[in-house]
């Protein structure tokens, strides 16, 4: 079955430390992989997004992604976290020729003064 | 540019009853997905169109839930009748190209459900 986990329910860092939220998939042929953000009472927000070249993209707010295909990963980093920072992060995955975007159950990231 | 629009933000309502949902996709975009986020999960996918035909509604529950895309814009999506569990924001999004592409979707604010 096609999947995508993110292991951690919430995520806890100092303001000016880095951080990474992880996802890991489980999905068929050569997917397309994003990761999104939403803040409260808000939808979400499109963050970046892996389709080839480059394993290491870069998206919007200083945030980047690495993706790593041979641990099927594609854990989201930024250098240094700032307490703006603080929201939902959702990893979401288009299998290969599959039109459905399968989404994870989402990583609370707080981060501290 | 203007965004995916969805009204109304907030509905309170009692089981059995029923209610409705709308969305305005941005401009020129193809494909329209609606989307339901139970509090604490990941959004879930009920249906999504192409134009105004449905690709995929493997998810919807249709005894009780119908949406529809007329003219392959503006789109609405109906629970009749309501259950307790139907209780979610249910986020509107659309992207331009194909659901098969490597396009973005880009997400309305969402219409938050209450079922008493």
């Known amino acids: 079955a096609q999947s995508v986990a993110q292991p951690e329910d919430q995520v806890n860092v100092a303001e000016g430390n880095p951080l990474t939220v992880k996802c890991t998939y489980s999905?068929?042929?050569?997917?397309?992989l994003f990761w999104y953000v939403q803040y409260p009472n808000r939808g979400l927000q499109f963050l970046l997004k892996?389709?080839?070249?480059?394993?290491l993209v870069k998206g919007s707010y200083g945030f980047e992604a690495e993706f790593n295909k041979s641990q099927t990963s594609f854990h989201l980093k930024k250098p240094s976290a700032l307490v703006s920072d603080s929201a939902l992060y959702f990893c979401?995955?288009?299998?290969?020729?599959?039109?459905?975007?399968?989404f994870g159950a989402g990583t609370r990231l707080a981060v501290h003064p | 540019e203007a965004g995916v629009a969805q009204s109304p933000r907030y509905k309170i309502i009692e089981k059995r009853q029923s209610v409705a949902f709308w969305c305005n996709p941005i401009?020129?975009?193809?494909?329209l997905y609606w989307y339901q986020q139970i509090l604490g999960q990941g959004p879930k996918l009920l249906i999504q169109?192409?134009?105004?035909?449905?690709?995929?509604d493997s998810q919807l529950p249709k005894d009780r839930f119908s949406a529809e895309r007329l003219k392959g814009v503006d789109s609405t999506l109906k629970i009749q009748p309501a259950k307790l569990e139907d209780s979610a924001v249910y986020l509107c999004?659309?992207?331009?190209?194909?659901?098969?592409?490597?396009?973005?979707?880009?997400f309305g604010e969402g219409s938050r459900l209450t079922v008493l």
């Open positions: 999004a659309s992207s331009l190209g194909p659901s098969s592409g490597a396009g973005e979707l880009f």
């Open positions: 999905v068929s042929g050569n997917p397309y």
């Open positions: 892996y389709i080839t070249g480059d394993n």
């Open positions: 979401a995955v288009r299998p290969g020729g599959y039109n459905k975007l399968i």
């Open positions: 401009s020129g975009h193809a494909t």
């Open positions: 169109f192409q134009n105004n035909g449905v690709v995929d």
